[in-house]
């Protein structure tokens, strides 16, 4: 009965990790495409801030949704770089045809950079805080001397 609960629990977690980043990735895509915004702050890079936070929220859920389906650290984190190199571009593509948006490399590389610090923070919160995942998709711990 343990090993049903933990499998169980596990593909809710996973369900629900995916559809947080959906979600997310949806707001964010959607906010991206309003034409000629005028709110957040007004303070040099403030866009640059704002895409490294949306991204890497994304990368946080999109890392603890690769690990409970029960993929390793390192394979997760390289997937999450991946996918937000891909949605980052065609986020920016597509901005190019919205008013008062423009497709910028500066806004990419924050993606970038803000979706794979997402995806390494979530594999350290998930080391600190074990809740995080299925104890089947945890690390075992390591002695602290060998």
């Given at each position: 009965m343990g090993g049903k609960w933990i499998l169980e629990e596990s593909?809710?977690?996973?369900?629900?990790?995916?559809?947080?980043?959906a979600g997310w990735v949806a707001l964010t895509l959607t906010l991206t495409?309003?034409?000629n915004p005028e709110f957040g702050p007004s303070f040099p890079g403030a866009d640059k801030v704002a895409h490294f936070g949306f991204y890497a929220v994304?990368?946080?859920l999109c890392?603890?949704?690769?690990?409970?389906?029960?993929?390793?650290?390192?394979?997760a984190v390289l997937?999450?770089?991946?996918?937000?190199?891909v949605l980052g571009a065609v986020d920016e593509i597509q901005q190019q045809w919205i008013p008062g948006r423009s497709m910028e490399f500066l806004d990419w590389l924050a993606d970038f950079a803000?979706?794979?610090?997402g995806a390494l923070a979530a594999v350290v919160a998930a080391a600190w805080i074990p809740f995080l995942l299925?104890?089947?998709?945890?690390?075992?711990p390591r002695p602290l001397s060998d």
């Open positions: 593909v809710r977690r996973r369900r629900v990790y995916f559809g947080m980043m495409s309003i034409p994304a990368g946080f890392s603890l949704w690769r690990r409970e389906i029960g993929k390793e650290p390192v394979a997937y999450v770089a991946l996918f937000v190199s803000g979706g794979s610090s299925t104890p089947k998709n945890q690390l075992a």
